[in-house]
């Protein structure tokens, strides 16, 4: 899933293409942002488009990988905050991908083709999987440090769970867009919490 380009015109092309792509699945979904609609947008032909990127999931997944960017920036700056708990970090994260129905709507869709070792995208949903269970644990543990979980938890076990939990929420949120993802997510911390000693989960 490398760029077509190794030039710096070419590489510059696809990263505006990357941007463009962006908010078109950001503004018309998943099903709206097909090649055609990208090329449009990008003042492209479907040929010229597909010069830049060999596959629509080529394409697609670099779309999730520059939101994955964003949000890491986000997240990191979050991070180090010390008045942000980590449930509300976490919760913060999944309201703000309920603004964006349509890369929900891809993220979902690419993550199950990529299952497939086939599949362009699969080394990406791979390591990204990977990196999102050790920021997962490492927020856990501060979490468990702050007596907000259980100091029986596992960090790493529970943070593959989390993932779970939060792919879980997008499908059943795709379905039923009434399903406040972010509040299940906080009941979940909430009844994690209540089996700690003496701690007010109160906000």
């Known amino acids: 899933m490398s ?44 040929a010229g488009l597909l010069h830049h990127f060999r596959k629509k999931e080529d394409l697609f997944a670099e779309v999730l990988r520059r939101r994955d960017d964003l949000v890491t920036d986000t997240w990191t700056r979050e ?28 993220f979902t869709r690419l993550s199950a083709e990529a299952t497939d070792p086939s599949n362009p995208a699969h080394d990406y ?42 792919d879980g929420l997008q499908l059943r949120w795709l379905y039923d867009p009434h399903v406040d993802m972010a509040a299940h997510l906080e009941h979940f911390f909430d009844a994690l919490a209540a089996r700690v000693p003496d701690l007010d989960v109160t906000p």
């Open 3 to 46: 760029p077509v380009s190794k030039y710096p015109k070419g590489v510059a092309k696809q990263q505006e293409l990357i941007d463009v792509a962006l908010r078109v699945v950001a503004e018309r979904g998943y099903n709206g942002a097909t090649i055609t609609e990208v090329a449009d947008a990008a003042n492209l032909s479907k």
């Open 79 to 106: 991070r180090m905050n010390p008045t942000v708990d980590g449930a509300t970090l976490i919760a913060g994260f999944i309201r703000e991908n309920a603004k964006v129905p349509g890369l929900v709507q891809l």
């Open 125 to 166: 949903f791979r390591d990204r999987y990977e990196k999102n269970r050790e920021a997962s644990a490492s927020l856990l543990q501060d979490m468990q440090a702050s007596g907000r979980l259980p100091s029986t938890a596992d960090p790493e076990m529970f943070a593959v769970i989390l993932a779970a939990l939060q």
